[in-house]
């Protein structure tokens, strides 16, 4: 909003000229994020308590989780969604189709989820919403973003998959783009959830996730970066870099109550928002498969999951202790400060990894 409103007195008013700068922009966006989050923190925890005196645990963790999490109230996400939603709406250029898309999917998934954490509140049951009918859901809603995106995008690189480590190489997936952008934004929301099991440990990878995706976004949007580094240039996607810092303030701003020991849980409002968010601002910047290295913690851990039950169907018997597999390791006796902390430094490294790809053609 600020870039609409005061942009065009820049020649009148020459310090204007600063909100026509991304870096500014992001870097505002990344402050009032913050700002939001501690203003309205410990009332929304507040609220949550009023409403959520004793909040289900869930069946799928272990036991010492019935003791210790006990009483801790989720929705959470609700206060990422509003420091994230507010400071994209005042920073952002909102004639950017790109970043409509992107808040679709964001806020589109973040209400599934806070629909399902309603049910599992007011029904106290720690199932909540089907996970048929969430994936219907986050289906119908990646579907539009992903023709949105389609049509905002210029040919060929419309419904084309980049190569990372590859310059030059663009493999046009024609009608097959459409499922293949829908499977990377609903998987990137359900792998993000799946990960969200201790305190801190799915925020912090997504905060800096999303500071990577600020650079991939910055650097696919500037024509001359672009050519220099030798990836492929989106034009408009650059906005999307004021999205992505929103979304590591709003993270940080979460973090300061959800370290441990957490005030609140961002539960399945929080999760499959912020997933979704990474995995359409991958489908923009033409980053779905960098998405999978910089985001390969959350990869690991829905793999985790997928072979426990593949397992366990086919021989009877688990791979794991427990999955996801941060589980696996407190079932193990690690700590669970050790789990996140270990988790949260792989997590860096493979987001350096993932950089590389800028450079590495």
Same mark, same amino acid.
């Given at each position: 909003?600020? %870039?609409?409103?005061? @942009?065009?007195?820049?020649?009148? %008013?020459?310090?204007?000229?600063?909100?026509? /700068?991304?870096? %500014?922009?992001?870097?505002?966006?990344?402050? *009032?994020?913050?700002?939001?989050?501690?203003?309205?923190?410990?009332?929304?925890?507040? !609220?949550?308590?009023?409403?959520?005196?004793?909040?289900?645990? $869930?069946?799928?963790?272990?036991?010492?989780?019935? #003791?210790?999490?006990?009483?801790?109230?989720?929705?959470?996400?609700? =206060?990422?969604?509003?420091?994230?939603?507010?400071?994209?709406? +005042?920073?952002?250029? #909102?004639?950017?189709?790109?970043?409509?898309?992107?808040?679709?999917?964001? +806020?589109?998934?973040?209400?599934?989820?806070?629909?399902?954490? /309603?049910? &599992?509140?007011? &029904?106290?049951?720690?199932?909540?919403?089907?996970? $048929?009918?969430?994936?219907?859901?986050?289906?119908?809603?990646? %579907?539009?973003?992903?023709?949105?995106?389609?049509?905002?995008?210029?040919?060929?690189?419309?419904?084309?998959?980049?190569?990372?480590?590859?310059?030059? =190489?663009?493999?046009?997936?024609?009608?097959?783009?459409?499922?293949?952008?829908?499977? @990377?934004?609903?998987?990137?929301?359900?792998?993000?959830?799946?990960?969200?099991?201790?305190?801190?440990?799915?925020?912090?990878?997504?905060?800096?996730?999303?500071?990577?995706?600020?650079?991939?976004?910055?650097?696919?949007?500037?024509?001359?970066?672009?050519?220099?580094? +030798?990836?492929?240039?989106?034009?408009?996607?650059?906005?999307?870099?004021?999205?992505?810092?929103?979304?590591?303030?709003?993270?940080?701003?979460?973090?300061?109550?959800?370290?441990?020991?957490?005030?609140?849980?961002?539960?399945?409002?929080?999760?499959?928002?912020?997933?979704?968010?990474?995995?359409?601002?991958?489908?923009?910047?033409?980053?779905?498969? *960098?998405?999978?290295?910089?985001?390969?913690?959350?990869?690991?851990?829905?793999?985790?999951?997928? @072979?426990?039950?593949?397992?366990?169907?086919?021989?009877?018997? $688990?791979?794991? $202790?427990?999955?996801?597999?941060?589980?696996?390791?407190?079932? &193990?006796? !690690?700590?669970?400060? *050790?789990?996140?902390?270990?988790? !949260?430094?792989?997590?860096?490294?493979?987001?350096?990894?993932?950089?590389?790809?800028?450079?590495?053609?």
């Amino acid at each position: 909003m600020f %870039f609409n409103l005061l @942009v065009p007195f820049a020649d009148e %008013f020459s310090p204007l000229n600063v909100f026509r /700068y991304l870096t %500014f922009r992001s870097g505002g966006a990344v402050m *009032t994020a913050l700002l939001i989050s501690f203003l309205f923190g410990e009332r929304i925890i507040g !609220w949550l308590k009023s409403k959520q005196p004793e909040p289900p645990i $869930r069946e799928d963790t272990p036991e010492r989780h019935a #003791l210790t999490k006990k009483g801790t109230p989720t929705m959470g996400g609700v =206060l990422i969604l509003l420091s994230l939603g507010v400071s994209t709406l +005042l920073w952002a250029d #909102l004639t950017n189709g790109y970043v409509w898309a992107v808040l679709m999917v964001t +806020l589109g998934f973040g209400a599934i989820g806070f629909y399902d954490d /309603y049910l &599992k509140l007011t &029904k106290k049951n720690s199932k909540g919403l089907a996970g $048929r009918w969430k994936l219907v859901l986050q289906t119908v809603i990646a %579907f539009a973003a992903t023709a949105w995106i389609v049509s905002l995008t210029r040919e060929p690189l419309d419904t084309q998959l980049a190569i990372p480590f590859v310059k030059d =190489l663009l493999v046009n997936l024609g009608w097959f783009f459409m499922p293949f952008a829908i499977f @990377v934004m609903v998987g990137s929301s359900n792998a993000v959830n799946l990960t969200d099991g201790l305190d801190g440990l799915a925020i912090v990878p997504v905060m800096i996730a999303a500071g990577c995706f600020a650079a991939f976004a910055y650097v696919a949007g500037n024509a001359i970066f672009a050519n220099y580094l +030798l990836i492929h240039h989106v034009p408009g996607s650059g906005e999307l870099a004021v999205v992505c810092a929103a979304i590591v303030g709003a993270s940080l701003g979460f973090l300061w109550f959800n370290a441990p020991p957490a005030m609140v849980f961002m539960g399945d409002t929080g999760s499959l928002s912020m997933g979704g968010a990474l995995g359409s601002v991958a489908v923009v910047t033409k980053n779905e498969l *960098t998405l999978a290295i910089v985001g390969g913690l959350f990869v690991v851990e829905a793999v985790s999951v997928i @072979v426990q039950v593949a397992s366990f169907k086919l021989t009877g018997k $688990r791979v794991f $202790r427990m999955a996801p597999l941060h589980h696996h390791f407190e079932k &193990k006796g !690690w700590a669970e400060p *050790t789990i996140v902390i270990r988790f !949260w430094i792989i997590a860096s490294i493979l987001a350096l990894a993932g950089l590389a790809t800028l450079k590495l053609r």
